[in-house]
Structure formats: C-alpha cells, structure tokens
C-alpha cells in the first residue's frame, strides 16, 4: 500500500477480553515496528520484526502480549485478558531496510485501544 | 542498556523565539540518530537522520547537531511558528543487526502567540 496501514483506528473493549491489532506495512518492507503510546508519553518499543523473524520482543510487557508476521508482512498484536492499564496508542512502523541504517522509518496512524 | 533520555520532558516559548530539544543516549554501537515531530494525534514524522560521521544536518527552520564522542544531540528551531507545537522525539539506531530502535520519551514544545 501507499503507506502503513493500522486497523481498527479505535477499539474500545471490557477489560478481560482479548483484541487484535493488526498492521499492513509498505510493500517489501523487510523490517517492522510495533510500540505503544501512552497520552502524553513518548514512545514505548515492544516488538520487531525482519520478514515473518520476530527479532526482538524484548519491550512486550508481559506474557499477555504476542504478536506475529506469518508471511513477512501483514503483522497482528494480540492483547489477551486486557487490562485498564493497556490502554494506549498502538502504533506500527515498517523500513525498507533490515539493518535500518539509515533508512526511513515509516510510521502508521496508529490503533487507540481502551480499556473499560 | 541502550537507553535514549531526552530534555526537556516540555517547554513553552512564544512565537517567534528559538529552542533547543536535547538528546543524550548510550546506545553502543551507534549507527544512527534521528529526529521526528509527532503533532497530537497523528503519527511522527521524519525530521533528520545522522549517521556516525555527521555533525550536523538542518530541515528548513530545524537544525539537529551530534556529537558522537559525547553521544549527545540537539534539535534547535528557528524563529518558531505555531505550527511547531508537537512533540519531538529522538531515536536510535544500534549498529547491530536484528536490534531494535531505542526511541527517547520525546520533548512536548508549545509555541504560544
């Protein structure tokens, strides 16, 4: 796609459920993004993938968190048994490049998720 | 640990006067910083990019700076416009395959009339 694409916009769901944010990143973007926004905060890095390898999953929270990229594109962040203190901007990003030296960093519109 | 912090957390300043944003990280090894606006709501922006051996690097009214000894960088803004009210937000790049970006928490500016 011409850019980054997130889905849903905006989810509003009761704590204990489970959602699915997913992300459609630039066409043969090798490396992608996701972290989490809080109002008022700076970014929080919670994953990262090169094509369907998960790098890094360092920054996911806690074992509720998961997220994958079976085919080395369209990627989904799943939240089990939400919790009020989930609520965020999810946002994804995705680059050209692997090593992403240099490149840009392209970033999507993001997913607000609450918790209620 | 790689770690990114940033300075002010915010700042207010009228319309017109310049700033400066700083960022300090001890990302090792370092491949590259960059600089992005975040407007409220919308995604960032891509301000700058510097790599290792780049000193300094200007966008319009935005002037990023890197020390790569001191692992320090500023952005400093012209004559600034309204329109610049966003947050600002440094992020860095290890160099080192597979190893993910280290973003700041950003600096909050509001330029007032």
């Known amino acids: 796609g011409a850019g980054v694409s997130q889905s849903p916009r905006y989810k509003v769901t009761k704590r204990g459920q489970d959602v699915a944010l997913r992300c459609d990143p630039i066409?043969?973007?090798?490396?992608l993004y996701w972290y989490r926004q809080a109002l008022g905060q700076g970014p929080e890095f919670l994953t990262y993938?090169?094509?369907?390898?998960?790098?890094?999953k360092s920054g996911l929270p806690n074992d509720r968190f998961s997220a994958e990229r079976p085919e080395g594109s369209i990627s989904t962040l799943t939240i089990q048994r939400t919790e009020q203190r989930d609520s965020a901007m999810y946002r994804c990003?995705?680059?050209?490049?692997?090593?992403?030296?240099?490149?840009?960093?392209?970033f999507g519109e993001g997913s607000w998720l609450t918790v209620v | 640990k790689n770690q990114v912090e940033q300075s002010p957390q915010s700042l207010i300043i009228l319309e017109g006067k310049n700033c400066t944003l700083q960022?300090?990280?001890?990302?090792?090894?370092?491949?590259?910083l960059r600089w992005y606006k975040q407007d409220t709501g919308r995604g960032p922006v891509s301000l700058t990019i510097?790599?290792?051996?780049?000193n300094t690097k200007s966008n319009g009214r935005y002037t990023a700076t890197l020390d790569a000894d001191t692992k320090q960088s500023s952005l400093h803004i012209t004559a600034s416009q309204l329109s610049d009210s966003a947050s600002y937000i440094c992020?860095?790049?290890?160099?080192?395959?597979?190893?993910?970006?280290?973003f700041g928490k950003g600096t909050t500016l509001s330029v007032s009339s």
């Open positions: 990003a995705s680059s050209s490049d692997r090593t992403i030296s240099g490149n840009t960093i392209y």
């Open positions: 066409s043969g973007h090798v490396s």
């Open positions: 960022c300090n990280y001890t990302v090792s090894p370092f491949s590259n």
């Open positions: 510097m790599t290792f051996s780049e």
């Open positions: 992020v860095v790049s290890p160099n080192q395959a597979g190893t993910a970006l280290i």
């Open positions: 993938f090169n094509y369907e390898a998960q790098q890094d």
